[in-house]
């Protein structure tokens, strides 16, 4: 004999599932009109004891709808005839081929609900059927002794018809089943090879993994805001997973979306790669032409050119502008995390690492570029793992076995010769030429020197706009320094200076004094007390060799200069002079 309540524990997360995915309360009655499990709300407005000729009608009938609480034939002498709490119910006989076991019932106690289930009853009284369904199948693959692991086969016709975003997930945060509107939330990525980590702010997944619940929680993921809702699954009193239901929030979507137009429009342009000298106009030229691929780019040029900018101009002229530029730095990751940084890590693969594991750069740029600067320094053994990426478009965590696709455009930058590299051997030729499809150089300062006064403007105007400070301008010693000085550290070392120079000039034009002594030494400026220095030095150089370098000599070239003996040894001593 089947007894509905031996299978309690899973039927109470069923119930307690679709309650939470769709807005109402749940009961199940076994055969004999006893209560097996329920959600909360709904014990506490109609209590465990069932109005018995309502569960016989159902058991012979299959299924009734109460549209009209109290005034139908079934609520005869049911004792909430008078004043039921609810509003609308739908009951389904639970059925094992031609036996009935039992009885599922979905309720809402308010108008709301009522004329939303009423709105769409066909796929109410679906839900309510497929998880009549369910259970039978539950219970009659557990009688046959088969494992019956996957619920979200059974699940998704059901959960196909709810419009809001729903995903159930295992203890570990991957993706067991998605409804089509979650798909569609997430076709950004592959959503059946993603983690939880890769979709949701991590604070939510936290909760989750934990066996939490999540009850409302405005997240913005990607492109879009949702509110997340989340209810733990477990077995007996062990955690094995989550159903979540993601319902997007479309008014603040379209304000994130407008926003971030604005800000790429205004932020990241061709625009704002300054120049007008031929090789700025070619580079320009090459990377709106090369924008639209997904061909891998190598940037070359010296220390402070700005490859990073050139990097981000291809990125936000290309459709991929919408989707994530991820940038890391090669020369800064230690080689023992470099290969956890790119490509993530799972649960458990080495001490300390997070619950759920983490995504990698690769996981993170999904649909977009990553950006990798400073490629050359990255080391032999993950050179060959970025190659195989590069190859299959397919990466494997550290600590996993389980191959995840990736759609990313790759960008890499270097200041080094990496064809001497790679003659040396301290660079994979074979990765060197999947780099460089498609390679750009970016001419140093020194090469385009008529640029300087057009970036030193727009250079001065952008540190005073941050440091909000009143329109400066440069005097003309400056800009005569500027272009003769041969800007060994490229436009980083004018950003540079300028930006001492707007903290350390209180008026409105920087002078050659408003800049490092660093850089007056090197341009040959010198301070009026240098000039002083320089012309004494001179002048008592001429009277010595004119008078002589012997005391009487000097005696009398200190008359001649109007000044005591005394003095003009304590001159010669401050200026180095001597006899040559």
């Known amino acids: 004999m089947i007894h509905l309540s031996d299978y309690k524990p899973m039927i109470q997360n069923l119930v307690e599932g679709i309650s939470r995915a769709f807005e109402v309360e749940c009961a199940v009655f076994d055969a004999h009109s006893a209560l097996v499990t329920s959600t909360e709300a709904y014990v506490k407005r109609k209590g465990s004891a069932v109005h018995a000729p309502s569960i016989e009608e159902v058991l012979l009938n299959n299924s009734i709808l109460v549209n009209k609480p109290g005034f139908m034939k079934s609520c005869e002498g049911c004792r909430f005839k008078e004043n039921c709490p609810s509003t609308i119910e739908i009951l389904s006989c639970i059925r094992i081929g031609n036996r009935p076991i039992g009885v599922m019932t979905m309720t809402s106690f308010t108008k709301e609900g009522h004329d939303r289930i009423t709105n769409d009853i066909h796929i ?47 203890h570990a945060g991957y993706i067991n089943y998605a409804n089509p509107p979650a798909v569609d939330l997430f076709s950004f990525c592959s959503l059946f090879t993603q983690n939880l980590n890769q979709l949701l702010p991590e604070s939510v997944v936290e909760k989750v993994l934990s066996g939490s619940s999540v009850s409302s929680e405005l997240c913005q993921i990607g492109d879009f805001y949702a509110n997340v809702q989340a209810r733990p699954i477990q077995m007996g009193d062990q955690y094995i997973g989550s159903w979540i239901r993601l319902s997007k929030n479309h008014a603040l979507t379209l304000k994130l979306n407008k926003q971030r137009e604005i800000d790429y429009k205004d932020r990241f342009s061709l625009q704002q790669l300054k120049g007008e000298h031929s090789s700025i106009v070619a580079l320009k030229g090459k990377i709106h032409k090369i924008a639209k691929s997904a061909s891998t780019v190598l940037i070359t040029g010296e220390t402070g050119t700005g490859k990073s900018l050139v990097a981000k101009a291809i990125h936000y002229e290309s459709p991929r502008s919408g989707r994530p530029f991820i940038a890391i730095n090669c020369a800064s990751i230690p080689e023992s995390l470099f290969e956890s940084e790119l490509f993530g890590y799972e649960e458990g693969a080495f001490t300390g690492a997070k619950k759920g594991g983490k995504p990698g750069m690769f996981e993170l740029a999904q649909h977009g570029t990553l950006f990798l600067d400073e490629i050359g320094e990255m080391p032999m053994t993950i050179q060959a793992k ?19 696709s990736v759609d990313v455009r790759i960008i890499a930058a270097t200041n080094k010769e990496l064809e001497e590299m790679v003659s040396a051997k301290a660079f994979r030729e074979d990765l060197y030429y999947r780099l460089n499809v498609i390679p750009l150089e970016v001419p140093s300062l020194a090469e385009r020197i008529v640029d300087v006064p057009l970036l030193a403007e727009e250079f001065l105007r952008s540190q005073c706009d941050r440091q909000k400070c009143p329109k400066k301008m440069l005097s003309q010693d400056v800009l005569d320094a500027f272009m003769r000085h041969s800007w060994p550290g490229n436009i980083r070392e004018m950003e540079n200076l300028l930006e001492y120079a707007v903290n350390l000039e209180d008026g409105c034009t920087i002078h050659m004094h408003s800049l490092p002594e660093r850089f007056q030494r090197q341009s040959g400026f010198q301070t009026l007390p240098e000039q002083v220095d320089q012309a004494e030095t001179q002048a008592i150089r001429e009277a010595l060799d004119q ?31 001597e006899k040559n």
Do not use: P
């Open 124 to 170: 109410y009284t679906s839900i309510v059927n497929e998880m009549s369904l369910l259970i039978a199948n539950v219970v009659d693959y557990s009688q046959k002794g088969d494992h019956f692991n996957r619920l979200e086969s059974v699940l998704s016709t059901t959960m196909d018809a709810v419009e809001d975003g729903l995903i159930v997930v295992d």
């Open 386 to 404: 970025l190659l195989k990426v590069l190859q299959d478009h397919m990466i494997e965590r550290v600590g996993g076995t389980r191959s995840i």
């Open 547 to 577: 008078h002589g370098w012997d005391l009487k000599g000097k005696e009398a070239a200190a008359q001649a200069l109007g000044i005591g003996l005394r003095t003009l040894y304590r001159k010669m001593k401050k200026c180095g002079i």
